[in-house]
RNA sequence: GGCGAGGUAGCUCAGCUGGUUUAGAGCGGCGGAUUCAUAACCCGCAGGUCGAGGGUUCGAGUCCCUCCCUCGCCA
């Protein structure tokens, strides 16, 4: 039985926009979540990209002496850097002006032509003649219908535009929102969408009139070269353009469509639409994630606190990408509410759930194999129960229960709670060695010979148990989890160098306690350096 | 203005259809114990009128009404 799909999206990215902490969160949020599935044996498409194709872009070329070509190429190239810097490993990287994508996207606007779905109308709206554009009526209302940026009088414009039939959808709409609880999430979300949705729709234009002189950027109407496909209609095309050919067409339709609220109508309803109207089926579900704010302030360009790159950059340099991959996945807005990204709370996490945590747990069984056993896991025990009561004799499935509810949670797209299963088994076998205090049972070996077979039972439970929870870490922390394995020997990677490499064999036979990837007796584990090293609360923030 | 979410320990939050207790967890804080470990781990404590007021009920964070506040979506 081939695995089954999983098909992840973000975004593409506002090619103009320098990569920040909102892109970055996005981003993380669908590779942990791609790497869950990778490691559960999924066959995982992973896309990200960029949006290219916007007006601003061919102004802020110009501006720069720059074509709209070099200008994108370079910004896009930042959002790779910016990816590669936080350890995202995206399948593919579409760029909205990339033959591919514009090719197909006009080919989905023909058939929308051809059946009637898109059709030429009339499109009223208020045109401020010195900007060059078009208000909505909200806004032109606010301004008094005058220029909100010169004051003078707007002028009400009709001109000819291609229109999606939106309206058409919308019992269809309904329906799929009813049948299918899951297709948009968090549920306060889908609220917000169904009442928006019970208020009626109405078409939406599709298409930019062409203008004199305009440059060659974006796609034109099919047989309509007066008219360009409006940047909004086009990009949510790339989702479908990017694995429009044989080798990929598996991959569709989407599993999850990962997104800022911001714009999650386009894509829980336009989207959609778009897509009955292709006659293809609709993405299973559509996740719009609140934002980040920093240190407790909305960020905004006039407050000039925008979490860029360089400062996530900063961090990792000084607590490691794995350990800021780490807050965003398990202290982020995956909610409906928006979070908060604080140097204080960082460390904090940082400190109790790394260093102290998983760091600490790895670093104390690392060092009693080494000072008991050589550095090698020990021949005596099996991995079953421990030989006598210590009221811990069930650490194999307690275990095993961490791991189904690892599943179960991502299951629910719960990362942070999924992510805790890996800690608490750590915490559990904090608790296992206080209380079976393998330290004390080392000094008594010399006179109690048959106690050395209890003592090595205890560290291999430990150990096995370490290694069962890196695998359920692995998805926030690639980098870390990927060198405890080369440390321990145990890599289930197919090149133990490279966390991207893949696995040898799914969750399921990987993580079976005392199974065929289970620690083996004379196996050598080196001590190594620690995860994490305990950072000190006092020292000021990393600056970019 | 319309629709919606929410106000619970210092912080972040659990508490589904009302009655498991003297309202919970994690983090922080305080005290203790311990030494295998990264001053880590473990144990104990921390008294929050569950936004305000009123009501229903034998009994309400948990239902109803009014009010205050925060936030989201839309207009």
New binding site residues.
């Given amino acids: 039985m081939p695995p089954e799909p999983y098909y992840i999206t973000t975004p593409i990215y506002y090619v103009n926009d320098r990569p920040h902490i909102g892109h970055c969160y996005t981003t993380v949020v669908a590779d942990v979540a791609a790497r869950f599935a990778r490691l559960l044996g999924r066959d995982v498409f992973f896309l990200t990209g960029t949006d290219e194709h916007a007006e601003k872009v061919v102004t802020t070329a110009r501006e720069r002496g720059l074509t709209p070509r070099q200008w994108s190429d370079a910004n896009a190239a930042e959002f790779r850097r910016a990816f590669r810097l936080m350890e995202v490993a995206e399948s593919d990287f579409m760029r909205t002006s990339e033959d591919r994508h514009k090719t197909r996207a006009s080919a989905y606007i023909k058939r929308l032509m051809d059946s009637g779905d898109v059709y030429l109308g009339d499109y009223v709206g208020w045109f401020d003649a010195s900007q060059e554009e078009y208000l909505?009526?909200?806004v032109a209302k606010e301004h008094g219908f005058n220029s909100p940026v010169t004051g003078k009088p707007l002028e009400k414009r009709t001109e000819k535009n291609y229109f999606f039939r939106l309206s058409k959808y919308e019992d269809r709409l309904r329906a799929h929102f009813d049948a299918r609880p899951e297709f948009v999430l968090p549920?306060?979300?889908r609220?917000?969408?169904?009442?928006?949705l019970?208020?009626g729709l109405n078409d939406v234009p599709v298409s930019r009139a062409v203008k004199e002189g305009d440059e060659d950027w974006g796609i034109l109407m099919p047989g309509d070269p007066g008219h360009r496909v409006y940047v909004w209609i086009e990009a949510l095309c790339n989702y479908l353009t990017a694995v429009d050919e044989p080798e990929r067409r598996k991959y569709w339709p989407a599993t999850v469509h990962v997104m800022a609220?911001?714009i999650?109508?386009f894509h829980a309803v336009i989207w959609p639409a778009m897509l009955m109207a292709l006659g293809e089926p609709l993405p299973r579900t559509v996740y719009a994630h609140?934002y980040f704010v920093a240190e407790?302030r909305?960020m905004s360009k006039s407050l000039g606190n925008f979490i860029e790159i360089d400062l996530l950059e900063a961090y990792g340099r000084r607590y490691s990408i794995d350990a800021v991959r780490w807050y965003l996945a398990t202290?982020g807005p995956l909610?409906?509410?928006?979070?908060?990204f604080?140097h204080a709370?960082f460390v904090?996490?940082y400190?109790?759930?790394?260093?102290?945590?998983?760091?600490?747990?790895?670093?104390?069984?690392?060092?009693?194999i080494?000072?008991y056993f050589g550095g090698q896991i020990p021949e005596e025990g099996g991995w079953g129960e421990i030989a006598f009561d210590l009221g811990f004799h069930r650490t194999g499935s307690e275990v095993d229960s961490e791991v189904a509810d690892w599943l179960e949670n991502f299951e629910q797209f719960d990362l942070s709670s999924a992510l805790a299963c890996g800690t608490a088994i750590a915490?559990n076998i904090?608790?296992l060695?206080?209380?079976t205090?393998?330290?004390?049972i080392?000094?008594q070996i010399e006179n109690d010979v048959a106690l050395r077979v209890v003592l090595a039972q205890i560290l291999k439970h430990c150990a096995e148990a370490i290694r069962i929870a890196s695998l359920l870490l692995y998805p926030a922390m690639p980098a870390k989890m990927a060198s405890l394995w080369r440390a321990w020997n145990c890599s289930p990677l197919n090149d133990p160098d490279d966390a991207d490499s893949g696995f040898r064999a799914p969750l399921a036979e990987l993580a079976e306690w005392g199974g065929t990837w289970s620690l083996k007796p004379g196996q050598r584990i080196a001590k190594g350096d620690?995860?994490?090293?305990?950072?000190d609360?006092a020292e000021p923030a990393p600056t970019a």
Wanted: charged share 30%.
């Fill in positions: 909505t009526e909200t549920e306060a979300r609220n917000e969408v169904l009442g928006r019970r208020q609220k911001d999650l109508w609140a407790g909305k202290q909610g409906a509410t928006d979070a908060d604080a709370r904090e996490v400190n109790a759930d790394l260093a102290n945590g998983i760091g600490n747990c790895a670093s104390r069984v690392g060092n009693m080494e000072k915490t904090d608790l060695i206080n209380r205090q393998p330290f004390k080392a000094k620690p995860l994490f090293m305990r950072a609360p």
